[in-house]
């Protein structure tokens, strides 16, 4: 098992950073952070966009175990991109590369299926690019309810293990000193200054947990981040990408719903991290030493 000591560049910044905007999911949090830590991700960034859940109770536990997590209020609904574009400003003294993905996200490559443990090199083997990358893009791949009708309890990875075939989005690791000064994005992909350009890295993917057990989908009717689609029950804008094929603009569930985005029977982030930590891994890693400034703050923007 890896150690997970946050690892700095000779710059004293911290390598890989993840940011993140959540409402109500902190639930989700603990297997994101720990996960995320395990293969790579030294510091974590979440934008609390009116939270009304045990948040602040699970940073603290995340904390105590020696996760460099830190919260901010960020209370406007429907302004994901002006985050984005804040965090990729306030935070390029603090972090070399910056990765902007939800909490039902997670980085992965396929080709990690035959590793004992998780190392922080997995991640970090994908800033090792030229000087003049500025953004590694990843595929994402849409996870669909596999079967499940609750939030399952040993986790998303372990609970959803099917998924649409074709991969469409993408999500971007992004060099916060190459970001343009206009602050430009496109919901996780960022306009570069002149000398800098994006690369595709095909190894690593995002598993994206997207249509999960309908009791945890309907929750994104009430209040959408995204700018895209204003409001769902709003006829307005159909064919967006944010919206979910064939669901309507009704918080209803539809007929055969938990069997529903099945096309491609995918186990193995499942069966790797089932492998390193067993069932429920989100509980099992141990303490780690945190270096510098104190996780688990708070601070208004």
Same mark, same amino acid.
């Given at each position: 098992?890896?150690? @997970?000591?946050?690892?700095?560049?000779?710059?004293?910044?911290?390598?890989?950073?993840?940011?993140?905007?959540?409402?109500? =999911?902190?639930?989700?949090?603990?297997?994101?952070?720990?996960?995320?830590?395990?293969?790579?991700?030294? &510091?974590?960034?979440?934008?609390?966009?009116?939270?009304?859940?045990?948040?602040?109770?699970?940073?603290?536990?995340?904390?105590?175990?020696?996760?460099?997590?830190?919260?901010?209020?960020?209370?406007?609904?429907?302004?994901?991109?002006?985050?984005?574009?804040?965090?990729?400003?306030? @935070?390029?003294?603090?972090?070399?590369?910056?990765? *902007?993905?939800?909490?039902?996200?997670?980085?992965?490559?396929?080709?990690?299926?035959?590793?004992?443990?998780?190392?922080?090199?997995?991640?970090?083997?994908?800033?090792?690019?030229?000087?003049?990358?500025?953004?590694?893009?990843?595929?994402?791949?849409?996870?669909?309810?596999?079967?499940?009708?609750?939030?399952p309890k040993e986790g998303v990875i372990q609970?959803?293990?099917?998924?649409?075939?074709?991969?469409?989005?993408?999500?971007?690791?992004?060099?916060?000193?190459?970001?343009? &000064?206009?602050?430009?994005?496109?919901?996780?992909?960022?306009l570069l200054q002149p000398g800098f350009r994006?690369?595709?890295?095909?190894?690593?993917?995002?598993? @994206?947990?997207?249509?999960?057990?309908?009791?945890?989908?309907? =929750?994104?009717?009430?209040?959408?981040?995204?700018?895209?689609?204003?409001?769902?029950?709003?006829?307005?804008?159909?064919?967006?990408?944010?919206?979910?094929?064939?669901?309507?603009?009704?918080?209803?569930? !539809?007929?055969?719903?938990?069997?529903?985005?099945?096309?491609?029977?995918?186990?193995?982030? &499942?069966?790797?991290?089932?492998?390193?930590?067993?069932?429920? *891994?989100?509980?099992?890693?141990?303490?780690? &030493?945190?270096?510098?400034?104190? !996780?688990?703050?708070?601070?208004?923007?």
């Open positions: 098992m890896s150690s @997970h000591v946050t690892e700095s560049t000779p710059s004293g910044k911290r390598l890989i950073c993840a940011c993140t905007m959540v409402r109500d =999911v902190a639930k989700f949090l603990r297997e994101w952070v720990v996960y995320h830590a395990a293969v790579g991700v030294d &510091r974590f960034y979440v934008y609390d966009n009116g939270s009304e859940d045990d948040l602040v109770d699970q940073v603290r536990h995340l904390t105590s175990d020696g996760f460099e997590v830190f919260t901010m209020s960020w209370p406007w609904p429907k302004t994901l991109e002006a985050a984005l574009s804040y965090s990729a400003a306030v @935070h390029r003294d603090s972090c070399e590369w910056m990765v *902007f993905i939800d909490v039902d996200e997670f980085l992965f490559s396929p080709h990690w299926v035959h590793s004992e443990n998780p190392t922080k090199s997995m991640l970090h083997s994908i800033t090792t690019v030229g000087e003049d990358i500025g953004q590694v893009s990843m595929w994402c791949a849409d996870f669909g309810p596999s079967g499940q009708t609750a939030h609970g959803y293990t099917c998924r649409r075939q074709i991969m469409e989005r993408r999500k971007s690791l992004v060099r916060l000193g190459a970001v343009d &000064r206009s602050l430009t994005n496109s919901v996780h992909y960022f994006s690369k595709w890295n095909t190894r690593v993917r995002v598993n @994206h947990y997207k249509y999960q057990a309908w009791d945890e989908f309907k =929750v994104k009717f009430r209040r959408r981040a995204s700018t895209y689609t204003v409001d769902w029950t709003n006829k307005k804008n159909p064919r967006s990408n944010d919206r979910t094929p064939g669901l309507g603009f009704e918080a209803v569930e !539809p007929a055969g719903w938990p069997h529903r985005f099945c096309e491609v029977n995918d186990t193995l982030l &499942r069966d790797v991290t089932r492998r390193w930590y067993g069932l429920g *891994f989100g509980n099992k890693l141990g303490r780690r &030493r945190i270096i510098g400034t104190t !996780p688990g703050s708070s601070y208004n923007v």
